[in-house]
């Protein structure tokens, strides 16, 4: 036997494939069929003695390359003794800091948005000059 073979599915065969089950493409990624016939890619792996298993995305937004790809890299964390789980979680805890970091506004440019002419404060232009309330 010639050790693990990587890239066993073929682009065709995940088009094709409809049976529920795992559909092994080697080195821990899976191409996982649900009952309800939702396709998705997995990969699997064990860190410290215990198998996990990743979910990378649904096979219509995530491609066999793209799939290939992630696995190769988490494959990489493994073999570094880094759960790729705990680290694409910081990941995006990370990204989440960032965004909220960028998005941080202020009580006075609040107030300021909120009072400027045709700012959306819930009402238009015609009931907002004849003194109509909601």
Known sequence: MSGRQLHRLSALRVAKEVAPGHYADGGGLYLQIA????????FRFRLGGRMREMGLGPLS???????????????QMVRDQVDPIHARREQQRQQLLETAADAV???REAA???SRPGSRTGRTAST???GVTH
Do not use: N, Q
Request: no cysteine; proline share 0%; glycine share 10%.
């Open 35 to 42: 009952d309800s016939g939702a396709r998705s890619w997995v």
């Open 61 to 75: 937004r995530v491609s066999l390359g793209e799939a290939r790809k992630l696995a190769t890299g988490y494959r």
């Open 105 to 107: 506004v202020t009580f």
């Open 112 to 114: 300021e948005a909120f």
């Open 128 to 130: 907002s000059s004849s």
